[in-house]
């Protein structure tokens, strides 16, 4: 229980690293607010979380926009009081060589993977 008392933000919290990060974080005793754009993966989360899916809360939320950071973490420390940690796990991958990459792939993943983190 290290992190009891403790509130965090996981950007790409719903799954993949992110869930596990969050499942964790969850056993520690924290409260964590999962920001992603897959609101059924969140669910699922949730889920896993058993005993503790009552600390695991949701936001839709497209870190590439900052308004909508903003909005988020208004929203967040208005459900959980304070945000202790922040996580920056978000992101994206385009598995293609550059020469086969798409200009939108290419953006895409400047925007989740490096303008997501400066906008949390």
């Known amino acids: 229980m290290e992190l009891k008392g403790r509130t965090a933000v996981i950007t790409g919290g719903a799954n993949g690293i ?30 896993m979380a058993g005993d503790g899916s009552d600390r695991v809360h949701f936001l839709s939320v497209d870190i590439r926009n900052y308004e909508k950071v903003e909005e988020a973490v208004s929203e967040s420390v208005k459900q959980l009081g304070k945000i202790d940690i922040l996580i920056n796990n978000a992101g994206v991958t385009a598995d293609a060589t550059l020469k086969k990459m798409t200009s939108e792939q290419w953006q895409k993943v400047i925007d989740v993977n490096l303008t997501g983190v400066f906008n949390c």
């Open 18 to 47: 992110g869930r596990a990060t969050t499942l964790a974080f969850i056993r520690e005793g924290a409260e964590v607010m999962i920001w992603d754009i897959d609101a059924e993966q969140a669910a699922e989360t949730k889920k």
